[in-house]
């Protein structure tokens, strides 16, 4: 199991990294892409914690 949560985090990471690129491209700028990606973020560990 600890290799299918490390094989999830790979993921997410490489797969976070390549929409923010996507999305500071279509912004022109960094900063709007980073605080879409903390408020999708944020918004994930809530739904998480919620369903703990």
Same mark, same amino acid.
């Given at each position: 199991?600890? $290799? @299918? %949560? $490390?094989?999830?985090?790979?993921? /997410? +990471?490489? /797969? /976070?990294?390549?929409? !923010? %690129? !996507?999305?500071? +491209?279509?912004? *022109? !700028? *960094?900063?709007?892409?980073? &605080?879409?990606?903390?408020? =999708?973020? @944020?918004?994930?560990? @809530?739904? =998480?914690? /919620? &369903?703990?």
């Amino acid at each position: 199991m600890n $290799s @299918i %949560s $490390s094989l999830g985090a790979v993921i /997410g +990471t490489l /797969g /976070g990294a390549a929409v !923010r %690129s !996507r999305l500071a +491209t279509a912004f *022109d !700028r *960094d900063l709007p892409a980073a &605080l879409v990606e903390n408020v =999708v973020a @944020i918004g994930e560990a @809530i739904l =998480v914690v /919620g &369903l703990l």
